[in-house]
């Protein structure tokens, strides 16, 4: 069995991508974003205070004949970006791409932070990382795909994200005709949660690639591309206009500059992310200067191939073997 679901970016600066998935029965559909930096599916909900649910579609247990509540058990989530989310837990059908799991822990808010009260596009996450990283106490449950795994044709998913056009999550499958390039394969490291790997090399605009292995993560819930200051420093000397813009917390340029292609090796592949791809959008509406795709990772301690380098590949979770595929799209 597989499972294809469609993926969209939430806004013309591709800064979440978002997927329909059904809960419950009858369907009840929400818009999630699927995240391979955790391992927890969370929703808004009915027991989401209203004033926070404003604007969200919600997951309601008791309007579905299959929800059951699980008794004793609880969540509670902080991210990267410091947004964070708590509730209880039911079990009930889940269904993505068509594929579904029938008894799927989905962990219910009571309490959600800020930033997802404001981000109405998005009513909750599909953690696709490692088992260990879920946040449900006592009893830790089991992601989506883990659950799907011994089901699907093979135990992979890949990710096809895109810039300001439609991509796809595909289960149980690969897809290569979604791929420029031959699909290079490393080793992925799940002792933490989420998919760790080494890029063994980087370069600028071209460059041949050098020999300064990236340890870092592949990560879809996360926006940027967000490397060691060294790196950053190396491509922005290339990009006349660059400096850092505290307010932005970042590196900002003008809109109209020509951007350095960036090129990272895996698996005995060179992805290289187009210098377009690089150049996110402008800090505000109308604004001549734009926000780079490419930030420093220094304050967070662990790198993260976000969307801005997925873009740039057809990308294969391969739980089974526990590696990584990398393919220039
Ligand atoms: C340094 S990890 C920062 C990262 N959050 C981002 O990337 C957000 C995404 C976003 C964009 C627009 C609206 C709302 C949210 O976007 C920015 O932070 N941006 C984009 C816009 C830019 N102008 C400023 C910088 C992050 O916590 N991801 C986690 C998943 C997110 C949580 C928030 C909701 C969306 C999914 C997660 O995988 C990060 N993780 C990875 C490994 C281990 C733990 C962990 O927790």
């Known amino acids: 069995q597989t499972g294809s679901a469609n993926t969209n970016p939430s806004d013309s600066a591709d800064d979440e991508y978002i997927t329909s998935v059904s809960i419950g029965t009858p369907a009840q559909v929400l818009p999630l974003d699927f995240d391979t930096g955790s391992s927890d599916l969370w929703v808004f909900s009915s027991e989401t205070p209203k004033s926070s649910a404003s604007g969200h579609v919600t997951y309601s247990p008791s309007k579905s004949s299959t929800a059951k509540k699980l008794s004793g058990s609880t969540w509670s989530i902080e991210y990267g970006d410091k947004s964070s989310s708590s509730g209880d837990v ?44 879920n946040q449900v106490s006592p009893r830790p449950q089991k992601t989506w795909f883990s659950n799907a795994a011994s089901s699907l044709a093979e135990p992979l998913f890949t990710a096809d994200l895109r810039h300001q056009e439609t991509g796809s999550y595909n289960f149980g499958f690969i897809d290569t005709s979604l791929a420029k390039g031959t699909i290079g394969y490393t080793p992925a490291d799940g002792s933490e949660g989420y998919w760790g790997f080494t890029a063994t090399g980087y370069s600028v605009g071209g460059a041949k690639l050098n020999r300064n292995s990236i340890t870092g993560i592949a990560d879809t819930g996360t926006t940027l591309l967000l490397l060691p200051d060294n790196i950053v420093d190396a491509y922005y000397n ?68 976000g969307d801005v380098a997925l873009k740039a590949a057809l990308v294969v979770f391969d739980l089974g073997n526990e590696r990584l595929g990398w393919a220039q799209k």
Not at 101 to 117: H, I, R
């Open 238 to 305: 290339n990009v006349e206009s660059a400096q850092y813009d505290d307010s932005q917390e970042g590196v900002v340029f003008d809109c109209d500059e020509d951007l350095p292609s960036f090129s990272f090796g895996v698996g005995g592949q060179t992805i290289t992310i187009s210098g377009d791809l690089l150049n996110l959008t402008p800090i505000e509406e109308g604004s001549s200067t734009c926000f780079g795709g490419l930030q420093s990772s220094s304050d967070i301690g662990i790198n993260i191939f």
């Open 90 to 133: 039911y079990t009930d059908v889940v269904t993505i791409g068509g594929f579904s799991v029938k008894t799927q822990a989905v962990e219910s808010a009571t309490k959600v932070s800020t930033q997802f009260v404001q981000d109405t596009v998005i009513s909750g996450l599909v953690g696709l990382g490692f088992d260990i990283g």
